[in-house]
């Protein structure tokens, strides 16, 4: 479309300057039907808004003036009342239904249109291509700021800034505040997803969401499929918790994927001979099937002082050295003297290997006091 030259008049030269009408000034700014019609790169007027008042997956908006026709090109924005959840439509002015499509050609996927979010979309001569599609503020280690601890024997107090999840086709959704309590003895969202509790048992923690942004957590048995309430279809993986023989949650606390715990309710061997070379020791009940390392802390359990070593597999892989300390003549804990490893990695689940030199007769004592995923 061509452009107006406007030309400045000059009476005192006899230069006529270019007549600007009402007609065209209402065009512009009044209300007569002004609106940026896509036919050249700036329009005619600002690009045309209105308040969605259709339903999720079927949009619907009255532009004031109304429009006419669709026109290839012309570019429309509309607030979404309802977040969608599968491919959807729009309805201009009730000219007619016309599909919303992504990347060119791609019908519209759960969760790409938020409730609350404007929507930009431009006319192709056969649907309207969205242009303003939804884009997660990702985090890089899939949260942020996240701990994890006891409220009771019964409940955990799980907040985070941000944590990033996934449907099951690999989409991602951020959400944002969370701030959760999680019952095991309630049923469903912010409780357990199916069953009744059970004793001497592990339950992860997942943080769940809907399309829309609704967040909660939910533990499960399951540490990959947990049973998922009705309309959440984000989920991810944040941790583990031990449900004891009595019924109570192990007392520990989470910062990210790192998990502390009460050594002394965490006790794996005490007063036991020592292997002499590295042997396998399950610790099942210490640390969920999800982690992979562990800290352990090593001594003995009588006035003599041992070297001891704990390692990722029979090889020593990851392994470190624990030196004998001499104690003060007392215990702490259970321990003459002891030392804690660095993480060691758990090649075996829930499995690590360990050693001392010259063992005592039962003299040695290990314990967890955590571990990361």
Same mark, same amino acid.
């Given at each position: ?20 009408l009402?007609?065209?000034? #209402?065009?512009?700014?009044? +209300? ?5 019609d ?25 532009? /004031? ?5 669709y ?31 992504? #990347? ?7 969760g ?9 979309? @431009? ?7 969205? /242009? ?14 996240? /701990? ?41 969202? #912010?409780?357990?997803?199916t ?25 499960s ?31 520990? @606390? ?34 969920p099937?999800?982690?992979r ?37 007392g ?16 090649s075996?689940?829930? +499995? ?22």
């Amino acid at each position: 479309m061509a452009k107006t030259n406007f030309v400045d008049g000059d009476p005192q030269q006899g230069v006529q300057g270019t007549r600007v009408l009402a007609a065209f000034l #209402n065009k512009l700014f009044g +209300t007569s039907g002004h609106r940026h019609d896509g036919l050249d790169a700036d329009g005619s007027a600002a690009i045309d808004y209105a308040a969605d008042t259709g339903a999720a997956n079927a949009y619907a908006i009255a532009l /004031v003036p109304a429009l006419t026709q669709y026109v290839v090109g012309m570019p429309i924005q509309f607030m979404a009342a309802n977040a969608n959840t599968g491919a959807s439509t729009l309805n201009v002015n009730g000219l007619g239904v016309k599909d919303i499509s992504k #990347n060119f050609d791609q019908p519209l996927a759960s969760g790409d249109i938020k409730a609350g979010q404007i929507i930009t979309v @431009v006319y192709d001569g056969v649907d309207f291509q969205m /242009v303003s599609a939804f884009s997660p503020d990702y985090i890089t280690n899939g949260f942020r700021n996240l /701990v994890i601890k006891n409220n009771t024997a019964s409940q955990l107090s799980i907040t985070a800034d941000g944590i990033v999840l996934q449907d099951t086709a690999g989409k991602a959704l951020k959400v944002s505040g969370v701030n959760h309590i999680a019952d095991i003895t309630v049923a469903g969202v #912010n409780g357990l997803d199916t069953g009744a509790e059970a004793a001497s048992t592990w339950y992860h923690i997942w943080e769940i969401a809907k399309a829309d942004g609704t967040k909660a957590a939910l533990l499960s048995a399951s540490a990959t499929t947990p049973i998922m309430p009705d309309g959440f279809i984000y989920r991810t993986y944040l941790g583990a918790i031990y449900n004891d023989s009595s019924g109570n949650f192990k007392t520990t @606390v989470q910062f990210n994927n790192r998990v502390f715990l009460l050594p002394t309710e965490n006790v794996v061997a005490t007063s036991v001979t020592a292997p002499a070379s590295f042997t396998s020791q399950n610790i099942s009940l210490m640390v969920p099937i999800t982690a992979r390392t562990a800290t352990v802390i090593i001594g003995t359990a009588t006035t003599l002082y041992r070297v001891h070593a704990v390692a990722g597999d029979a090889s020593g892989l990851g392994g470190s050295i624990v030196p004998a300390g001499q104690g003060g003549g007392g215990t702490v804990e259970g321990f003459y003297s002891a030392g804690i490893t660095p993480d060691i990695p758990l090649s075996t689940v829930q +499995t690590i290997y360990w050693k001392a030199e010259n063992p005592i007769t039962n003299g040695h004592r290990l314990l967890i006091s955590g571990w990361t995923y």
